[in-house]
């Protein structure tokens, strides 16, 4: 454990002077965050890029003031010695539906123990609690990420960037499996990748095949955010890929 840990504090001095985390704290110093739910982590016993990405939380928790407490990580592949890892740095392993229902509780019971004058402020930021969670999802699957999405109404993802991990689906196939995420990509106005295409008439009988960008309806999606934004984030640094495609996304609610 002691190894896992001298190399897990090596990695975070590195994060926490790079451009990437400069980059980070730019994006996150403002908002008014309270939780970090952490999901496809990795094995930070046996990975690199895994150390990299628990490291930058550490930073993240650090710059922000977010009490330990209020961090929760949560990956099948984690070892003992990585629980006990993230156990000795005050973090709680749960997974992401209880991980959720814990910073809901936790943002109820800080506004019982609050005076009367400071009541009304608290439980609007109790009401609040999606707008203060940060979700750190590094290199997770299509599917975690439409789970959070759609089930848990995230306002703020550090995360795959969802243009460049959605590239390799057409639009059809992504609206047909991953709604939430295909809707998110439709609010950014980014050139599809979609490869059908269908013949139209032109003058003289020419027939030329023409890209159709395929019509797609969410009317009938409850969709909770109207817009969104997503910022790249620099990788350059001694992690090799733990950071490729990260990307900063925040959503607009109605």
């Known amino acids: 454990m002691e190894k896992v ?6 990695a975070e001095e590195d994060v926490g002077k790079s451009e990437l985390f400069s980059v980070v ?7 008014d965050l309270s939780h970090i739910i952490c999901l496809a982590l990795g094995s930070p016993e046996s990975s ?17 003031e ?4 209020k961090v929760f990580l949560y990956d099948p592949v984690f070892t003992d010695t990585d629980k006990r890892v993230i156990c000795s740095l005050g973090y709680r392993l749960e997974s992401l539906e209880q991980a959720v229902k814990s910073c809901e509780e936790g943002s109820t019971k800080e506004t ?10 608290s439980e609007t930021k109790a009401n609040d609690t999606p707008t203060r969670i940060l979700y750190f ?3 997770a699957s299509l599917e975690l990420t439409e789970e959070v999405l759609s089930q848990y109404h995230a306002h703020y993802l550090l995360a795959n960037d969802a243009i460049a991990h959605t590239d390799r689906l057409t639009t059809r196939k992504l609206y047909d499996n991953y709604r939430v995420l295909s809707y998110l990509v439709s609010l950014t106005d ?37 817009s969104t934004t997503i910022k790249r984030l620099p ?19 109605k």
């Not at 840990?5 to 090596?10: E, L, M, Q, W």
């Not at 150390?51 to 710059?63: G, M, S």
Request: net charge positive; proline share 5%.
């Open 112 to 121: 019982k123990e609050e005076t009367k004058e400071e009541t009304k402020q």
């Open 235 to 253: 990788t350059e640094g001694p992690w090799d890929n733990a950071f490729t495609d990260l990307a900063f996304h925040k959503l607009g609610y």
């Open 66 to 69: 977010i009490s330990p407490s």
């Open 25 to 31: 704290l730019s994006e996150l110093g403002h908002l």
């Open 190 to 226: 980014q050139p599809s990748v979609d490869t059908q295409f269908q013949s139209v008439k032109k003058k003289r009988r020419q027939r030329t095949k023409v890209f159709v960008e395929p019509k797609l309806d969410f009317s009938a999606d409850k969709m909770h955010f109207n």
């Open 48 to 64: 690199s890029a895994a150390r990299y990405q628990l490291a930058l939380v550490k930073n993240i928790v650090d710059k922000l």
């Open 5 to 10: 840990v001298a190399r897990i504090n090596a």
């Open 137 to 139: 999802l590094p290199h």
